[in-house]
């Protein structure tokens, strides 16, 4: 369990940050980059659940899963084994985002045109924690380039935006509500 008794602790002012290893990286590294963008679609996950009414609870759960993937980010390497004390997303996680994914897509109308990011308050807000989980993927995958990263995380981050848009769907009446891109709309003036 987790006790803060300070929550500043000045061992961050040289410009670096502790990983879990115990030892620490730039604060600018694709790490901490990665962690960082992790954080942001966390807090975007928040503002969307105050409007999300019934799938809140699903999306706190989303929340959490989120804090796990920060810690799997903050250790490096992507090795562990089952039962020890490290904290990595495993493959479970990301498989009950696809048993989400297939069961709110059953009541959705199929898509027959891109959807704008709207539609009513709760899909927009969903829409805008997609976008952030995209990026926090891009941070992810930038990083796998340079160091090993879990896989079962990769998975997770990308069935995560993938959620987010079947629920930003479900929010907008089933679909009902969405906005259609039409492409080229105003070209004609």
Known sequence: ?????????????????GLVDGSR?????????????VDEVNSAIGFAALAAGDHAAALTRIQNDLFDLGADLATPGEDFTPGDMTLRIVEAQWRWLETAIDGLNEALSPLTS???????EGAARVHMAR?????????????????????????????LSDYLFVLARALNDGGAGDVLWVPGASRKG
């Open 114 to 120: 891109f959807i704008l990011p709207g539609g009513g």
């Open 1 to 17: 369990m987790v006790k803060l008794n300070r929550i500043y602790t000045r061992t961050g002012d040289d410009g670096t940050t």
């Open 25 to 37: 990286c730039p604060k600018h590294a694709a790490r901490m980059e990665a962690i960082g963008a």
């Open 131 to 159: 976008a952030g989980a995209r990026r926090a993927e891009r941070a992810m995958t930038a990083l796998a380039a340079a160091e090993p990263v879990n896989p079962a995380a990769l998975a997770y981050i990308n069935r």
